[in-house]
């Protein structure tokens, strides 16, 4: 007697019409799909670039220099490091060192994207190192990874939708933080955006035990370094999270046999 074929689930059946969708995109549907899905993210990026703003004119930026710094080097967390840091008066080579430390992850985000945008055009690589900020990052890897038929032009369509709503909202929220940040009441707590954007980001990705152990490193070793100069603590925790999430990684594979296993 032979078994009658499993059907497939409801959630791999939305999983395949979402493949098929994406792949009978053009590019400049791609696009649009990108601008769509990266628009919740405008909830939380918004607060984060007012906070900038509004930290920046308090440290003693002026209009242009905060601007100019937003716009240069359009990483959130690496400016805020950089900008408490320059206030403390710490050392430059500090400040330099911790803004990369803080901002080494975009070196790793450019890595894991050569695979799927390696073929682009130079023009559009460096448009694309330009607007790498986590949420372009993370909502790109993430399709590009459940859908790896998608065409290379597909692919930029979608990553610069999400750039075209990310990037443009980060400047603007900036200059009105700047601005006209005094204004807002010392009682909306505009710091929210910042543990709460990474937590958005992060916490879908979160799919093997190596990436929760790694989380967990990351975040207690935090903590417990909080009285380090701003940055010090969270370059050391990243060093060994990403060390445990190896390890137990390569102790998942051993586990079961091999990479194959």
Same mark, same amino acid.
């Given at each position: #007697?032979?078994?009658?074929?499993?059907?497939?689930? +409801?959630?791999?059946?939305?999983?395949?019409?979402?493949?098929? %969708?994406? @792949?009978?995109?053009?590019?400049?549907?791609?696009? +649009?799909?990108?601008? @769509?899905?990266? =628009?919740?993210?405008?909830?939380?990026?918004?607060?984060?670039?007012? @906070?900038?703003?509004? /930290?920046?004119?308090?440290?003693?930026?002026?209009?242009?220099?905060? #601007?100019?710094?937003?716009?240069?080097? $359009?990483?959130?967390?690496?400016?805020?490091? *950089?900008?408490?840091?320059?206030?403390?008066? =710490?050392?430059?080579?500090?400040?330099? $060192?911790?803004?990369?430390?803080?901002?080494?992850?975009?070196?790793?985000?450019? *890595?894991? @994207?050569?695979?799927?945008?390696?073929?682009?055009?130079? $023009?559009?690589?460096?448009? /694309?190192? !330009?607007?790498?900020? &986590?949420?372009?990052?993370?909502?790109?890897? &993430?399709?590009?990874?459940?859908?790896?038929?998608?065409?290379?032009?597909? %692919?930029?369509? !979608?990553?610069?939708?999400?750039?075209?709503?990310? /990037?443009?909202?980060?400047?603007?929220?900036?200059?009105?933080?700047?601005?006209?940040?005094? *204004?807002?009441?010392?009682?909306?707590?505009?710091?929210?955006?910042?543990?709460?954007?990474?937590?958005?980001?992060?916490?879908?990705?979160?799919?093997?035990?190596?990436?929760?152990?790694?989380?967990?490193?990351?975040?207690?070793?935090?903590?417990?370094?909080?009285?380090?100069?701003?940055?010090?603590?969270?370059?050391?925790?990243?060093?060994?999270?990403?060390?445990?999430?190896?390890?137990?990684?390569?102790?998942?594979?051993?586990?079961?046999?091999?990479?194959?296993?």
């Amino acid at each position: #007697m032979t078994d009658a074929p499993s059907q497939p689930s +409801r959630r791999d059946r939305a999983l395949e019409e979402s493949r098929a %969708r994406a @792949l009978a995109r053009n590019p400049m549907q791609s696009l +649009r799909h990108g601008a @769509l899905q990266s =628009a919740p993210f405008m909830l939380v990026l918004g607060p984060f670039g007012l @906070l900038f703003g509004v /930290v920046a004119t308090a440290s003693g930026f002026d209009l242009a220099q905060v #601007m100019a710094f937003t716009m240069l080097v $359009l990483a959130g967390a690496a400016q805020f490091t *950089a900008v408490q840091l320059l206030t403390e008066n =710490a050392p430059v080579w500090l400040v330099i $060192l911790s803004s990369l430390a803080v901002n080494l992850r975009m070196a790793m985000y450019s *890595a894991s @994207l050569v695979p799927w945008l390696g073929k682009a055009s130079p $023009l559009s690589r460096a448009a /694309v190192a !330009y607007a790498i900020i &986590d949420q372009s990052y993370v909502l790109s890897i &993430d399709l590009y990874q459940r859908v790896p038929g998608l065409s290379v032009a597909q %692919r930029l369509g !979608y990553f610069f939708g999400v750039a075209a709503v990310m /990037v443009p909202t980060w400047f603007l929220c900036t200059l009105i933080g700047a601005t006209a940040g005094r *204004a807002i009441p010392d009682s909306i707590p505009l710091d929210f955006a910042v543990p709460i954007t990474f937590i958005a980001m992060i916490a879908p990705a979160l799919r093997s035990i190596a990436h929760v152990a790694a989380a967990v490193v990351a975040v207690v070793v935090s903590l417990a370094l909080t009285g380090l100069p701003a940055g010090v603590g969270p370059m050391i925790a990243a060093v060994l999270a990403m060390t445990t999430g190896a390890l137990v990684e390569t102790w998942m594979i051993r586990r079961n046999g091999g990479p194959h296993g």
